[in-house]
């Protein structure tokens, strides 16, 4: 019999012991009883007595068979069905509840004949956890009770579903699904923590998924091992001195500490972190596999110092294994790389710290990071300073940095690191200093010594500045490149866009240069050049440059990231504009639906990708489906955004055209006015969107026959174009155009020549002959020289319409109109007339 001294600690050990497998029951023997071989002789005598009287060597469950449960048995309303799993603390079965609701059960039995106090507590404990906790995460307890032996049992919610990593693998879900669905887990868990429960043994196996309305839903189970902070009353904690519980590859350090007793929440955020690890690369921070190989001080040892390499280092020094993991995570294993540097290195880095203090407090926090990377904000994690860095190159080496480096080296490190402090701060003293005299000197002009008694405006202010930069700044080039972007994009939302574009390519140009071609600020200047390229009409230069972003934003960060996508977006609005139309909405399409999965329907570049979308459509002559998609996106924008947001107004003046296009007039007309006055308001009377407002409400002033509104508008309109946009923009032409085809309704054809002429010359200069908008210029310009007899100018300005590709609307006209009467007849004219009827007997051919 044991030492009566060590009786109850002997019946503790074994308690603990008969819940491990058989395989790990010794190397637990080892850990409890280190130092006093007395108390491991007795532990393993009591062991062996008990395996022998309830034949547990032939019976892992740990009673006799005639004791074991069978299936159809009934216990309480539950019959047992199938076994589910075995543990050391009992059984769980698959049950069939019949009353007084027909249900599927998760029935959980404590070992017949091991009702030792240990045990039990450790059921009652998991029985009390469950019994409190009510989130959709955790798994539910429906009943408890006993067998007619007295043998204790409580049923739950049986969850019918893989472990989450599985359930991701199968689905191949991408990070950001994964991330999304880990977040429902850390809200599970900081349930659990808010009613005192600490989980302690979380792993993909104990965080099942179901599916719930399509969708997935965690459910974490087995709080076998949870603990009460502070304990329920009359309960004691089951970690006992020189004792761990969890499982090795996921549990924290302090859990394999035998020196430290105060396990708290943090642990379970550290499992967390385990977990998010494996879901993130497909493999454990630690290589598991040679665990068998060493003992349990040196894998003890590995848990409490050694630290994981990266997730993104541990999926490309992984090459054998890693392109099967990318697959899972539906992508590549390069894409999956860089997505994980970074921002999840850092979360998930921090999750795992050895420090309990640098780790995240709480799953809440663990999860707000996640949720600050998922909405594009700077996350929480930061690298670790070179204070933290030197403490942990310590604590790995203390005997030899004791020896070699002694107090002296403890000096220098201090020293040193006194010195990059120093250095940081000088270096941010100067640069704010630097700050601070250029925005003096910026000001400086509204000085009344300056001044003189003249009125500065803001835009004088800016111009000065712009011109003054380089002098000012030339010392700190990556301040300076900040500086210029700020006022390249003041610029450019003023509609300046010539001067946006000289500050915006000297920051691309000084980015390139200081930080390399492929970082991201570089990146960004570059595409907000194109963008100002685009403005500017010069479509080809903004597609090519478009195109190398998107390549190289493929490359460093991945096809599906944010910035990539809308990237693309913005060269699908390039497509639109140079008037290819079928190839932008093929594009459009594409960015559309990945944003939607990537990013969701609420985001704002989902919005504006939507939106560029819908005006290719009607350009194509989509207009029903056009605007049943703006009417649904201008409903989200003002919810999000507001009504006099500048996005939500954009919306309101595209639905007003596509109303105009299906010949809902008076709708539209209420609308343009509705969307300039707030325009006018929010952006000033001279902006480029209140002068295409304008001009949109005169084209639908003219639809309803309103000439002399609609001419004296578009003549107020021209005269805004040329001070706003200058004489060779598009939108200058366009509104030659207006003004001439107001002219055409009051067939005062003479004088719309004029304003065709101006109109073509641009177009042609601008766009290229061959753009929609100036063969449909080019023709509307013939048909007034045919109306006032000008028929050889006509002719050859028709030729050349028809030449390049007149619509089915113009080829019609041609066949029919009234008037081209002047030119019926005529061999020419009726050559022209079959050849633009040739597309439309193609695509009638196609049809049939």
């Known amino acids: 019999m044991a030492n009566p001294e060590n009786w109850q600690r002997v019946k503790e050990i074994v308690g603990e012991a008969l819940e491990r497998e058989t395989g790990q029951r010794s190397a637990y023997l080892d850990s409890a009883c280190t130092g006093d071989p007395s108390l491991r002789a007795e532990a393993e005598s009591l062991l062996a007595a008990h395996a022998d009287a309830e034949g547990l060597s032939e019976n892992p469950w740990g009673t006799t068979v005639a004791e074991a449960p069978t299936e159809q048995q009934m216990i309480g309303p539950y019959r047992l069905v199938k076994v589910l799993g075995v543990g050391g603390m009992g059984q769980v079965w698959l049950a069939e509840q019949s009353e007084p609701v027909r249900r599927r059960v998760a029935l959980k039995l404590v070992r017949a004949g091991m009702y030792d106090e240990a045990l039990l507590r450790r059921f009652q404990s998991e029985r009390q956890s469950l019994a409190i906790m009510e989130h959709p995460a955790i798994a539910k307890v429906f009943d408890a009770g006993a067998t007619a032996n007295g043998q204790p049992y409580f049923a739950m919610e049986y969850v019918d579903g893989p472990p989450i990593t599985d359930y991701c693998d199968r689905k191949k879900l991408g990070i950001r699904e994964r991330l999304k669905l880990f977040l429902q887990v850390c809200e599970g868990v900081q349930h659990a923590h808010q009613k005192a429960i600490i989980h302690r043994d979380l792993k993909p196996s104990n965080i099942l998924v179901v599916e719930v309305d399509g969708k997935p839903r965690p459910r974490i189970i087995d709080f076998g091992l949870a603990k009460a902070v502070p304990p329920v009353p009359g309960e004691t904690l089951f970690t006992h001195v020189g004792a761990f519980l969890g499982t090795p590859g996921y549990m924290s350090p302090e859990q394999a500490d035998p020196n430290l007793h105060d396990v708290d929440t943090r642990t379970d955020v550290y499992s967390l972190g385990v977990v998010l690890y494996e879901l993130l690369t497909g493999f454990l921070p630690f290589d598991t596999t040679q665990w068998k190989k060493q003992g349990l001080e040196e894998v003890l040892r590995q848990l409490r110092e050694t630290d994981p390499q990266r997730p993104s280092m541990k999926v490309s020094t992984n090459r054998d294994t890693s392109t099967a993991r990318a697959e899972a995570r539906n992508t590549e294993p390069r894409q999956l790389v860089g997505v994980l540097q970074g921002d999840l290195d850092w979360i998930t880095l921090k999750a795992l710290e050895k420090e309990r203090e640098r780790r995240y407090g709480t799953p809440t926090e663990l999860a707000a990071d996640l949720e600050n990377y998922l909405e594009n904000r700077p996350?929480?994690?930061?690298?670790?300073?070179?204070?933290?860095?030197?403490?942990?190159?310590?604590?790995?080496?203390?005997?030899?940095?004791?020896?070699?480096?002694?107090?002296?080296?403890?000096?220098?490190?201090?020293?040193?690191?006194?010195?990059?402090?120093?250095?940081?701060?000088?270096?941010?003293?100067?640069?704010?200093?630097?700050?601070?005299?250029?925005?003096?000197?910026?000001?400086?002009?509204?000085?009344?010594?300056?001044?003189?008694?003249?009125?500065?405006?803001?835009?004088?202010?800016?111009?000065?500045?712009?011109?003054?930069?380089?002098?000012?700044?030339?010392?700190?080039?990556?301040?300076?490149?900040?500086?210029?972007?700020?006022?390249?994009?003041?610029?450019?939302?003023?509609?300046?866009?010539?001067?946006?574009?000289?500050?915006?390519?000297?920051?691309?140009?000084?980015?390139?240069?200081?930080?390399?071609?492929?970082?991201?600020?570089?990146?960004?200047?570059?595409?907000?050049?194109?963008?100002?390229?685009?403005?500017?009409?010069?479509?080809?230069?903004?597609?090519?440059?478009?195109?190398?972003?998107?390549?190289?934003?493929?490359?460093?960060?991945?096809?599906?990231?944010?910035?990539?996508?809308?990237?693309?977006?913005?060269?699908?609005?390039?497509?639109?504009?140079?008037?290819?139309?079928?190839?932008?909405?093929?594009?459009?399409?594409?960015?559309?639906?990945?944003?939607?999965?990537?990013?969701?329907?609420?985001?704002?570049?989902?919005?504006?990708?939507?939106?560029?979308?819908?005006?290719?459509?009607?350009?194509?002559?989509?207009?029903?489906?056009?605007?049943?998609?703006?009417?649904?996106?201008?409903?989200?924008?003002?919810?999000?955004?507001?009504?006099?947001?500048?996005?939500?107004?954009?919306?309101?003046?595209?639905?007003?055209?596509?109303?105009?296009?299906?010949?809902?007039?008076?709708?539209?007309?209420?609308?343009?006015?509705?969307?300039?006055?707030?325009?006018?308001?929010?952006?000033?009377p001279d902006h480029p969107r209140v002068v295409a407002t304008s001009l949109n409400l005169a084209t639908v002033l003219e639809a309803e026959k309103h000439y002399p509104e609609s001419e004296k508008l578009q003549r107020e309109v021209l005269a805004q174009c040329r001070r706003v946009h200058g004489p060779d923009h598009p939108t200058t032409a366009l509104s030659l155009y207006n003004i001439a085809d107001v002219l055409y309704m009051e067939h005062r054809y003479a004088e719309a020549i004029p304003f065709l002429r101006e109109a073509v010359d641009i177009q042609r200069r601008v766009l290229g002959p061959g753009h929609p908008d100036t063969v449909d210029s080019v023709y509307n310009l013939a048909r007034d020289l045919a109306l006032t007899q000008r028929n050889e100018e006509a002719i050859s300005l028709l030729r050349d319409a028809v030449d390049r590709g007149v619509d089915a609307e113009a080829s019609a006209d041609l066949k029919n109109g009234a008037d081209w009467k002047s030119l019926r007849g005529e061999a020419r004219f009726e050559a022209l007339v079959v050849k633009a009827q040739e597309p439309v007997r193609a695509n009638l051919s196609k049809l049939n």
């Open 379 to 684: 996350v929480e994690a930061r690298p670790a300073s070179t204070g933290y860095r030197l403490r942990k190159y310590v604590r790995r080496n203390r005997v030899a940095v004791a020896v070699v480096s002694g107090v002296a080296g403890l000096l220098i490190g201090f020293a040193v690191m006194q010195a990059i402090e120093l250095r940081r701060i000088t270096r941010e003293r100067d640069r704010a200093d630097r700050v601070t005299e250029f925005m003096t000197n910026m000001f400086k002009v509204s000085d009344p010594s300056e001044a003189r008694g003249n009125t500065i405006t803001a835009r004088e202010i800016l111009d000065k500045s712009s011109k003054e930069i380089d002098t000012s700044l030339a010392r700190d080039p990556e301040l300076k490149a900040q500086m210029l972007q700020v006022m390249g994009t003041v610029y450019e939302n003023l509609g300046l866009f010539e001067r946006a574009e000289r500050l915006l390519r000297q920051t691309a140009e000084i980015r390139q240069k200081v930080l390399g071609r492929e970082h991201p600020m570089t990146l960004d200047a570059a595409r907000q050049l194109a963008w100002i390229v685009t403005e500017e009409n010069r479509y080809a230069e903004a597609e090519r440059m478009e195109r190398e972003l998107v390549e190289a934003e493929n490359r460093s960060l991945g096809p599906n990231h944010r910035i990539t996508l809308a990237t693309k977006s913005d060269l699908c609005r390039t497509l639109g504009q140079a008037g290819r139309y079928a190839e932008a909405e093929s594009q459009c399409r594409q960015v559309v639906e990945a944003q939607q999965r990537v990013l969701g329907t609420d985001n704002a570049d989902t919005l504006k990708s939507q939106r560029r979308m819908a005006l290719v459509l009607l350009q194509q002559r989509h207009f029903a489906q056009a605007a049943d998609m703006l009417r649904a996106n201008l409903q989200v924008c003002e919810r999000l955004f507001g009504p006099d947001d500048p996005k939500t107004l954009q919306i309101m003046d595209d639905l007003a055209s596509a109303l105009v296009e299906q010949g809902l007039y008076v709708q539209a007309e209420q609308l343009y006015r509705q969307t300039l006055d707030q325009e006018r308001r929010v952006l000033g």
